[in-house]
């Protein structure tokens, strides 16, 4: 068996070969590092990751079907601003779904 660290960088040079080849263990564990990486507890109420890499790697979860990924990815991206979303390419690089799901999240915030 080989073993190989994952970290924020390889995760997304892995994904696409591990899908090409359909290695689904590999797949299931880039998607649990997102995961993890989204749902660190100190994360919540601070930008721990940048939120260009949060658009890529949200990008990556739609487009590898990364169901686990795309189910607390609203939630998570409340700790940034609309703005900074948008900056970062929200309206080119997400599904129309998954903006949605993320502007309501928002909102949900504001009440």
Known sequence: MISFFFSEDTVLVIL?????YQV????????????E???????????PINVNA????VNYAERYHLT?????????????TIRSLK??????CLSE???MDIYEEKCKDYE
């Open 16 to 20: 696409p070969l591990a899908d090409e």
């Open 54 to 57: 949060f658009v890529r790697y």
């Open 68 to 80: 686990d990924v795309l189910s607390i990815t609203p939630k998570r991206a409340i700790t940034y």
């Open 97 to 99: 779904k998954m903006r």
């Open 37 to 47: 990486l989204f749902q660190k507890p100190q994360s919540y109420g601070k930008e």
């Open 87 to 92: 900056d970062a390419g929200i309206d080119k």
């Open 24 to 35: 689904m263990p590999v797949i299931k564990k880039c998607a649990a590092f997102l995961v």
